[in-house]
Each structure stands twice: as C-alpha cells, then as structure tokens.
C-alpha cells in the first residue's frame, strides 16, 4: 500500500521496515485494544514446547486469542495455527491460570466459550499462497498486514478471504489436528445466522447491511449471537429472527439521539449485543432514520 502525503503535490512516503518480529510484537502489545480490541494477557507464553508470542482474550466473545509475528514469509498458517489451536484446546486449565494471574481475575473453564478461539498473524506481508491457504468459510484463522512509514505512522490491515465458499472441514479428515480442532472451534457466518429467517427479512438484512457498508471502513464480523458490523469497535450488532431483525446499538444510555423513540433501553436488561439501545423492525419504513441512529455510533467510535 502505497502512503502519500497531501502538499502541492503528493509527495511519496517511503515504507520504514521492521528489522525484528520483537519490533512488531511490542508495538502491537502496546496498542492491543486500540488495533484489536482485545486485552492483553501475557507475552512469550511458554507451554509444551511451544512459546505463543502474544496470549490475548476477547471479552466480547470471551474466548483466548493467540497471535504470532512473522517477518519471514516461510511458514504454513494452517498448520502452525492449528497446531496452537489444539494445543490450548488441550490445556484449558493452563490458559485460564495465566489469565487469572496476570489479570487478578477469577475466570472459570466454563466462563470460556472455547468454541470461539481463533488465531491471529501479524506480517509485513504474505504469499499469495498463504493469502489463498485461508480461503476457508469457517478458518479460526485470520491474516494482518503491518506496515510501517517514515511519517511515524502504521497501518494493520485484515487480509479479507476472497468470497470463500468451502469448509475447512473438506480437508480435516486427512489431518488429525485440524479434525480433533474442527470439531471443538466453530466460525459462523451470515448464511447460517440468516437459515431461519424467511424471504422479506433476509432481503431486509441485505437492503441494511449494504446501507451501512456505505460510510466508511467498515467491516462484517458474523459473531455466535449475532451479525456485528466493526469499525475499531462494534457500532451495531444485528440478530436475524424468523420475521425480523433485532438490533443493538453500541452506545451508553443517554449518549443517542432518538427523537422518535424507536430504540428501548437495555442497559439493566440482559441482551446479546453491545450497546444500551435495543430496537426491532420487520420492514424497511424506518430504514432511514435509524441509519442516522447507527451513524452516531460510528462518529462516536471516531472521537
């Protein structure tokens, strides 16, 4: 990705390279909520053999996310990130102590939704074979490119799966490790939260969703309850229903605007997305308005 700096004309910002994985690995640490949103748990997380670079947990999906930094380009993302995977999946116990001693929390085995863990790499750059090694529907894996500029600035960017349409699964049966995992870790998708919804509302959904890719960066992350549109943060969450959606809206209460009233408050009630304000609708005749609703979670999520 090229980075220009806005003058008379654009003058060309050169690329600054990382010289050592540990360059990345603290800037990341360093800024894990901010670039991911997730808590740091610990650093050089040394089991079996194994030496995770970062141990994370995400609160949202309360599951353990493992990240590993690559400057080489030399290695399989399928089978060391399955490879990490099972070996959380086979000491659970180990993984819940180093969050409770490093956090001074008590999390429980059964406070994890383990089927939610996922791992993370962080690179300069990958293959074209590695970018195609993740073209799975349901991979627990993800890719993120790290680029560094003179400017003192940094980008991270998810390397986005090409409209992946097989599952991972196609070729579990011919390795034990990503069977044994496949069977534990669960990656959802639209198709699946959409499976009971009839016709109108799955057109609903589309005819919203494609609204709100509309304003800026932001991204679809089918989460276990719900559909979640990311920009840094969740701004809205959307549960498709047989005859309608039901949708959150990441704000406190007090923080929206809601002169028609249409959002109920959900801040001392128990509910599934993020936010204090719950709305449900069957048709697209407020769809407008409660657009201008989503967009003050995004200017609020930019503050």
């Known amino acids: ?11 060309y910002i050169k690329e600054k390279p990382f010289r050592l994985e540990k360059e990345i690995q603290e800037l990341t640490e360093s800024n894990l909520k901010t670039i991911l949103g997730l808590d740091f748990v610990k650093s050089e997380f040394a089991l079996n053999n194994f030496r995770i670079d970062t141990l994370a947990f995400d609160k949202e999906a309360n599951a353990f996310v493992i990240i590993e930094y690559k400057r080489d380009k030399n290695f399989s993302v399928i089978d060391q990130g399955y490879a990490y995977l099972s070996l959380m999946l086979n000491n659970k116990a180990d993984f819940i102590l180093e969050f409770n001693e490093n956090l001074d929390k008590t999390l429980k085995r059964n406070d994890v939704d383990w089927s939610q863990s996922r791992v993370l790499f962080v690179s300069p750059a990958f293959t074209n074979y590695q970018r195609e090694a993740i073209n799975f529907k349901d991979l627990p894996i993800e890719l993120w490119e790290v680029k560094r500029f003179e400017n003192n600035t940094v980008s991270y960017e998810q390397i986005q799966k090409a409209g992946a349409q097989e599952s991972i699964k196609t070729i579990s049966k011919t390795d034990q490790t990503i069977d044994n995992v496949a069977k534990e870790i669960k990656v959802y998708s639209e198709e699946e939260h ?38 840094g943060r969740n701004v809205v969450d959307i549960h498709p229903q047989r005859k309608a959606l039901k949708i959150w809206i990441n704000m406190t209460i007090g923080e929206l605007d809601d002169p028609k009233g249409i959002t109920r408050d959900v801040s001392s009630t128990g509910h599934w997305g993020n936010g204090d304000y719950e709305l449900q609708i069957n048709s697209d005749e407020d769809l407008e308005y409660i657009l201008s609703l989503i967009k003050q979670s995004i200017k609020k999520n930019k503050k």
Do not use: C, G, R, T
């Open 1 to 11: 990705m090229a980075l220009f700096k806005i003058e008379k004309s654009l003058e």
């Open 194 to 231: 959409l499976e009971n919804a009839n016709e109108e509302i799955k057109e609903l959904y589309e005819k919203m969703k494609n609204a709100i890719l509309n304003f800026d960066n932001i991204e679809v992350k089918p989460k276990k309850k719900y559909i979640a549109f990311v920009s």
